[in-house]
């Protein structure tokens, strides 16, 4: 494979390199020149031990070792290089802070501002700063925009994960788009005093007002939704129950821009330069083409399945320019490297995996002599290879699915036989309707007939979700099992196109091996438990046994709970809980029950200090409980309950405000009361 890919033999070590780091990550650059130094030894000792050509062919296999290491230590320096830079806080906090706004989410009450910093101090002292803060707000300032330069007080944190159990990585994601710190002001903090637009914010800014024009448009609300995410890349829009049904139907894959969309505007571009070949000027044609793809890759924000996309289709298309050959393999795998010399943090990324995965698999299993079987029939060559790209995208994505949303369809290959045919219609019709919208024009025919192409496609997506076993959630997969269900299954891709039968019998010892890892996994979880989440504006006491679990949030009664079944996916899942029913004020079990503001759950004696029912408490003795919570409604002193209540341990919720959780930590430090912030400690569990 090696000789027919050769970019492999800088793909994988860098990969290698980009591991490296994640497990042993240093701001140093010492690893990776160590690591250049060894590979360049290494050569200059070959190529001088080897005295003629001939002599070096022979030990060709040998300078292999000095190209693995110089690309380990490539992908090392990239990913150290592409790590966002520590600030030193003590220095910035407090002071002024003048950065560019790169991205805007305004919401009814709030605003969430992504700012690359400038500088901080005074003018005429100001010290340079370089890196990417979230900033959220209280209310709104609807004239800001990207490439706005704003001023505000500095009171940066670090972005922290909740750690609570099996809980998004949300702190790693934010470090791969380059933030590592986080603020809340109010909004009348922040000052406009200028403006600094580069040209990728002049894209955003364009985005928006295209917008704003299609929300204008006599389109249904879900339609606009689902425009604005096929042509300008923008999903922020799609509600959940939109988002939940195209992936029970299986075909999520239209809501994020890919090769699909970027496929379908070269064919569109394709057709209208077909008068081009008349004049003889084919090579036009492709190259116009071509930058007709990289300007929208870049008008849409450069994600990288558009990257993956369009650097296969270059490869293709320059390749006709200049009469030569060109693997599909080998450009999907330029595509990979390309993109992780950049952004090395991409590998870790759900849309890079899945879409290089589910290339890679086509690729390497579809079988192209279908096409000759069915060349008298169009309709049946066309409901063969879907089916056929369906099955084998959905085998190569499943593992990958499970482990990141916890479900999967099983029925993509019936919905791509009917969406897949309208869909090209639907891009162009929007495509057509874009460039209206850039001069303010709207045609209400067209509008017309983009919701009635949308309500097609609801309807068919609506009507296979709702299908019995058309998709299966509740599913956990672990990282060891999903390494072990992929050297299954490219054993047995390489049994199906090798024909050896000696990597069936490797899959099948493998796949024994899968199996017996789920299986203890599934045996050591536990069946009984107590949680108390950590939480931002609330405190969720979660309580389980078997496949049911018993949700009390004493202190914000408005939380629903498929919004805490949607955030503990991946808890619930690992704990095969299939039914979470809510708790208000009062539930009673042979084992377990919760009378507010008491309970008794996993054999441990709780109390919730929140409100003032703990103030109504009458008793001449210490009422004996092994856990006392306090959450953000309690607002009495530490001493008050020293009197009430014999505890073995306080907890202080992180729904807590700032000021009075910091207050309270001070009071139990003085009265040397044993106690746990929640924001520090994470959940706990019992």
């Known amino acids: 494979m090696m000789s027919k890919i050769p970019i492999l033999r800088l793909l994988i070590p860098f990969c290698v390199g980009i591991f490296l780091y994640s497990v042993f990550p240093s701001s140093s650059v010492v690893a990776p020149v160590v690591l250049a130094l060894l590979s360049a030894c290494v050569y200059l000792f070959l190529f001088f031990s080897t005295k003629n050509p001939q002599s070096r062919f ?3 296999s040998f300078f292999f070792f000095p190209i693995f290491f110089f690309a380990v230590a490539l992908g090392w320096f990239c ?3 592409a790590t966002p830079q520590q600030i030193n806080l003590q220095q910035v906090n407090g002071k002024q802070v003048i950065c560019r706004i790169d991205d805007v989410d305004a919401r ?3 605003m969430s501002l992504l700012v690359q910093l400038s500088h901080y101090g005074k003018q005429g002292s100001a010290h340079a700063l370089n890196g990417k803060v979230l900033i959220t707000t209280r209310g709104c300032n609807y004239c800001l925009k990207p490439g706005d330069m704003i001023a505000l007080r500095a009171n940066f944190e670090q972005i922290r994960n909740q750690h609570n159990p099996d809980e998004f990585d949300y702190a790693g994601y934010m470090r791969r788009q380059g933030v590592i710190y986080t603020q809340h002001l109010a909004v009348d903090q922040i000052v406009k005093i200028g403006e600094n637009a580069t040209f990728f914010n002049q894209m955003t800014n364009y985005r928006n007002y295209i917008q704003n024009q299609i929300f204008d448009t006599s389109l249904d609300s879900e339609a606009q939704h689902l425009l604005i995410a096929i042509m300008l890349g923008n999903k922020k829009f799609i509600d959940e129950n939109l988002r939940h049904r195209f992936a029970a139907a299986g075909i999520a894959h239209v809501l994020a821009l890919s090769g699909l969309h970027v496929g379908i505007i070269a064919l569109l571009m394709w057709c209208l330069l077909a ?7 084919k090579k036009i044609r492709l190259a116009l083409t071509l930058l007709t793809i990289v300007a929208f890759d870049v008008f849409t924000g450069l994600s990288a399945s558009v990257i993956r996309a369009t650097v296969m289709i270059s490869f293709v298309f320059i390749a006709k320019i200049f009469y030569r050959k060109t693997s599909p393999m080998n450009a999907l795998f330029v595509a990979a490297f390309l993109i992780l010399l950049f952004a090395p943090d991409s590998i870790f990324d759900v849309g890079f995996q899945l879409s290089f995965v589910s290339v890679f698999a086509l690729l390497w299993l579809y079988p192209h002599e279908l096409h000759g079987k069915f060349e008298r029939s169009r309709i049946l060559k066309y409901a063969v290879s879907t089916v056929f790209v369906s099955f084998i995208s959905m085998l190569a994505t499943i593992a990958l699915t499970a482990h990141y949303f916890h479900s999967v369809s099983l029925a993509s290959a019936v919905s791509n036989l009917f969406i897949l045919p309208v869909f ?5 019709l929007g495509t057509v309707l874009v460039a209206l919208c850039c001069f303010s024009l709207h045609l209400p025919a067209l509008e017309w007939l983009i919701n009635w192409l949308y309500d097609y496609i609801d309807s068919i997506t609506l009507s296979i979700s709702n299908m019995s076993l058309s998709h299966i959630d509740g599913i956990y997969v672990d990282t060891v099992e999903l390494l072990l269900f992929y050297v299954v299954l490219v054993l047995l891709m390489s049994a199906y196109r090798l024909f050896t039968v000696k990597y069936c019998i490797y899959a099948g010892f493998m796949a024994f091996v899968l199996l017996a890892y789920h299986s203890m996994s599934i045996l050591s979880s536990p069946t009984v438990g107590l ?3 950590n939480s931002f504006d609330s405190t969720p006491i979660f309580y389980y046994e078997g496949n049911k679990g ?6 914000n009664q408005d939380v629903e709970t498929k919004d805490f079944e949607r955030y503990s996916a991946a808890f619930l899942a690992h704990r095969q809980i299939d039914t979470v029913l809510c708790v208000n004020d009062r539930m009673q079990l042979s084992t377990a029950f919760i009378k507010t503001p008491y309970a008794f759950l996993n054999k441990e004696r709780l109390m919730v200090a929140g409100g003032g029912n703990w103030k109504k408490l009458e008793t001449n003795a210490k009422v004996a ?7 953000k409604q309690f607002h009495g002193r530490i001493a008050d309950l020293n009197r009430l209540f014999d505890y073995d341990m306080l907890l202080i919720s992180g729904g807590m405000y700032k000021p009075e959780m910091q207050r309270l930590a001070h009071e139990c430090d003085s009265l040397m009361v044993k106690y746990r912030l929640m924001t520090k400690t994470g959940a706990y569990m019992k």
């Open 58 to 60: 022979h030990y060709r």
């Open 531 to 533: 949680v108390i989440f």
């Open 275 to 281: 008068f081009l070949d008349y004049l003889g000027l």
């Open 108 to 110: 009814d009450f709030s």
């Open 424 to 428: 090209p219609l639907l891009m162009i």
């Open 79 to 81: 990913a150290t290089v």
């Open 625 to 631: 409980v092994d856990l006392l919570l306090v959450t």
């Open 550 to 555: 018993y949700l009390w949030i004493p202190d």
